[in-house]
C-alpha cells in the first residue's frame, strides 16, 4: 500500500503512522524523522534543517524533494510506504506525482488526520519521547512509567512559540493540500480526536 498522512502537528501522526506501518508491513517514511536524525549526525543538511525547525518554519522544498527522492528509490519501498510529514506544500506535492510517475506508482489514498487547534497546543507541549525505544508519551494523556521518566526527551520544536509557528505553517503552506487530494479524489479524511486505538481503529476502517 502506498499512503499519505497529512495533519496539524501534534495530530498522533506519528504515533498512528508506526502502528499502521507495523501491521501493513510497509516502510515508515517520516521527513521530520529524517531531519532530526540529520540533526543528531551534525551534517550540512542537519544544520540547516534545524534552524527552520526550532523557529517552527518548514525546511526549504528542494532540500526535502532531494531527500526522498533518494529515499524512494531504496530497495524497501517496493512493498509500499507510508509517507508522513510529506508532501506539506503545493510544490512538494507536485514534486511527488512527477517522482511517483517516474517510478510508475499509483498511491492509494492520502489520509487527513483532523484535530482541532486548540487540542493541538496541550497536546504538543505535553508531549516526551523515549530515546531508546522510539515510544511517545505524553506527561498528562499518556503517562510514561516514573522508572523511565528521567530519561525522556523533549523536542527543541515542541515549544508553545514553536507550535504556534508550526500550525500557522499548516494552515498556510501545508492545508491547501486538502482541495489538491480531493481533486485527485484521493483525500481520506478521520477524526484524529479520541484516544489512541480508537483513532486506530478509525484508520484501519478508513483504509479497508
Ligand atoms: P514533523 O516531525 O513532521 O513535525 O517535522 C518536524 C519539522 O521538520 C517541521 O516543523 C519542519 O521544520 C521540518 N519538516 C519535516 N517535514 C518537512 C517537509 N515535508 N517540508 C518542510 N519541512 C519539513
Not at 28 to 54: C, E, N, Q, W, Y
Amino acid at each position: 500500500m502506498r499512503l499519505i498522512f497529512v495533519g496539524p502537528p501534534g495530530a498522533g501522526k506519528g504515533t498512528q503512522c508506526a502502528r499502521l506501518t507495523s501491521r501493513l508491513d510497509i516502510p515508515h517514511i517520516s521527513t521530520g524523522d529524517m531531519f532530526r536524525a540529520a540533526v543528531k549526525r551534525g551534517t550540512p543538511m542537519g544544520v540547516l534543517a534545524k534552524k527552520a525547525m526550532d523557529a517552527g518554519e518548514l525546511v526549504g522544498d528542494d532540500i526535502v524533494i532531494g531527500m526522498v527522492r533518494e529515499r524512494l528509490g531504496e530497495e524497501d519501498v517496493q512493498r509500499g510506504f507510508l509517507l508522513d510529514g510529506f508532501p506539506r506544500t503545493i510544490p512538494q506535492a507536485e514534486a511527488l506525482e512527477q517522482l511517483l510517475a517516474e517510478l510508475s506508482l499509483k498511491l492509494d489514498a492520502v489520509i487527513l488526520l483532523e484535530v482541532p487547534d486548540d487540542l493541538i497546543v496541550e497536546r504538543i507541549v505535553g508531549r516526551r519521547s523515549d530515546p531508546e525505544t522510539g515510544r511517545i508519551y505524553h506527561l498528562k494523556f499518556d503517562p510514561p512509567p516514573p522508572e523511565i521518566a528521567d530519561r525522556l526527551k523533549h523536542r527543541s520544536d515542541d515549544t508553545e512559540d514553536a507550535v504556534r509557528s508550526r500550525l500557522k505553517a499548516y494552515h498556510d503552506q501545508t492545508a491547501p493540500l486538502i482541495p489538491f487530494y480531493e481533486q485527485r479524489d484521493a483525500l481520506r479524511r478521520v477524526d484524529g480526536v479520541g484516544s489512541m486505538d480508537e483513532v486506530t481503529a478509525r484508520l484501519v476502517d478508513a483504509l479497508s
